[in-house]
């Protein structure tokens, strides 16, 4: 299965460990951390350490721009047994917000998935403050499902969240 996708801006392919120096501008800054359920990496090692545990059929991606090949971002669209729906998911440099590279990547990613995996079904959050991850769903036509919380992988902070879902037919 072909897992390179072309947007107007973006090439978005899977995440490669040659990625670990572009993927630690926006992993180890606490800027783009403050809501992500990651903690923030300390260094480029833990970032290598990540990318070798995505496994090959992980919807992962990288977000390289089209015109340098820089990696801007990353995201992914797993699915989640527990909502029964793919879960949109990224984070973007924060020399690259308000661009809307983050929507076109993610709508690319849902396209891509209707596609070749059969989704129908998507779901996506964000922390109620980050109202600017709340725009780029909204703008991805997911729907208001309702308020809730997530937290941390490691458990060190929740957060208040808007919930989303979307179906595609």
């Known amino acids: 299965m072909n897992r390179t996708i072309e947007t107007e801006r973006l090439i978005l392919r899977p995440l490669r460990i040659e990625d670990s120096k572009d993927v630690y501008e926006w992993a180890g800054d606490p800027i783009v951390n403050k809501y992500m359920p990651y903690s923030l990496y300390t260094n480029i090692e833990q970032v290598k350490d990540w990318l070798t545990t995505i496994k090959e059929d992980d919807l992962e991606f990288a977000f390289c721009l089209k015109n340098t090949g820089k990696v801007i971002g990353s995201g992914g669209i797993g699915f989640n047994p527990e909502r029964d ?11 690259c917000w308000g661009k809307g590279y983050a929507t076109e990547a993610s709508k690319a990613m849902i396209q891509w998935a209707y596609a070749n995996v059969n989704a129908r079904t998507f779901c996506s959050n964000h922390a109620t403050a980050n109202e600017a991850s709340g725009n780029v769903i909204k703008k991805c036509g997911f729907q208001f499902s309702h308020d809730g ?3 941390r992988f490691d458990g060190s902070e929740t957060f208040e969240a808007k919930f989303y879902t979307m179906t595609l037919n």
């Open 85 to 95: 729906a793919y879960e949109l998911g990224y984070n973007i440099n924060r020399e």
């Open 149 to 151: 919380k997530y937290s």
